[in-house]
């Protein structure tokens, strides 16, 4: 266990549904990050957030993808309208600013998002 | 943005052999790169990390080499264990961008008893 949680492991939804999903992340981060992986795939990066500012937001990342931070701490991450392609493992990490190993992000154990 | 690739998608080794898992990357600026483990049903858990000003680096059963001229880099797992059996990337810190990482699509390592 990192730390990091993630809430629900597992969502079935169908297609045209809204899903959101929540991250719990190691309460001194400051840094959060979402990333989506697909079987046989590394995680690929969504979007970063330093506080509660979304400071980066990655072009695959398409209008029906919104993910906030409100007050520094959880994050949550809104899929509207769901489509087949859709269907991966969303996974949350974070990590500290100034930390020794920058590139020491701590994962969650990832919610699987099935649409149907 | 950023390429990285694996060289091989699985490996299998006998346990107590030593593993070597290869991967490219694209950009030459290219000045950070972190090993990651992920093992079933968990997210990647981080392994270890070198910078481009060194050639190698090691951990605890781990080295990880760097290859700057050819853009490679690898993890050497020494007297592989079955609690290695696992996905393996490499990621790469964007150069434009030092908040994004790119992962490559992982090598997963059998280890045989």
């Known amino acids: 266990d990192t730390g990091v949680s993630q809430d629900p492991r597992h969502k079935i939804t169908k297609r045209g549904q809204n899903v959101t999903f929540r991250c719990d992340p190691i309460?001194?981060?400051?840094?959060l990050y979402w990333y989506r992986q697909t079987l046989g795939q590394g995680p690929e990066f969504l979007t970063y957030?330093?506080?509660?500012?979304?400071?980066?937001k990655s072009r695959l990342l398409s209008n029906r993808f919104s993910a906030e931070r409100p007050k520094g701490s959880f994050s949550t991450l809104e899929i509207q309208r769901t489509e087949q392609g859709d269907s991966a493992m969303y996974l949350c990490a974070s990590s500290l600013s100034g930390g020794a190993l920058i590139g020491e992000q701590y994962f969650g154990p990832g919610t699987r998002l099935t649409v149907t | 943005g950023e390429s990285v690739g694996l060289h091989l998608p699985t490996l299998s080794v006998q346990e107590g052999d030593n593993s070597i898992i290869n991967c490219a990357y694209s950009?030459?600026?290219?000045?950070?790169f972190i090993w990651y483990k992920q093992e079933s049903g968990k997210g990647p858990q981080f392994i270890i990390d070198i910078r481009s000003n060194m050639d190698k680096r090691q951990g605890q059963r781990v080295t990880v080499l760097l290859n700057k001229t050819v853009k490679h880099l690898s993890l050497q797992i020494a007297a592989t264990q079955p609690g290695d059996s696992a996905v393996y990337f490499c990621?790469?810190?964007?150069?434009?961008?030092?908040?994004?990482?790119?992962f490559g699509s992982g090598t997963k390592l059998n280890v045989k008893p």
């Open positions: 950009n030459s600026a290219s000045d950070y």
């Open positions: 309460s001194e981060h400051n840094r």
């Open positions: 990621a790469v810190q964007g150069y434009h961008n030092f908040n994004k990482f790119y």
């Open positions: 957030f330093q506080n509660e500012a979304q400071l980066e």
